[in-house]
């Protein structure tokens, strides 16, 4: 099973290689993440960087955490 997000004003999905846990952590961190991401020399592990910046090119709208098989 992959999990990742889907806007539902957009109806477009993002599938991060990652787990269900990850992802719902990092929908209710963006902005901690925001913060990472101005003080990170290295850059952020794949998934969270997809993440992000998914979530921040649709921030204000639905989100909702979504799986699918593989
Ligand atoms: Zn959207």
Redesign the pocket.
């Known amino acids: 099973m992959q999990y990742g997000y889907q806007?539902?004003?957009?109806?477009?999905a993002i599938f991060p290689t990652t787990t269900r846990g990850e992802l719902a952590w990092l929908r209710d961190r963006v902005h901690v993440v925001r913060e990472m991401l101005k003080h990170t020399t290295t850059g952020l592990d794949q998934w969270m960087m997809d993440g992000f910046e998914f979530l921040d090119?649709?921030a204000g709208?639905?989100?909702v955490l979504v799986s699918r098989r593989t």
């Open positions: 806007c539902e004003d957009c109806e477009v090119d649709h709208h639905s989100i």
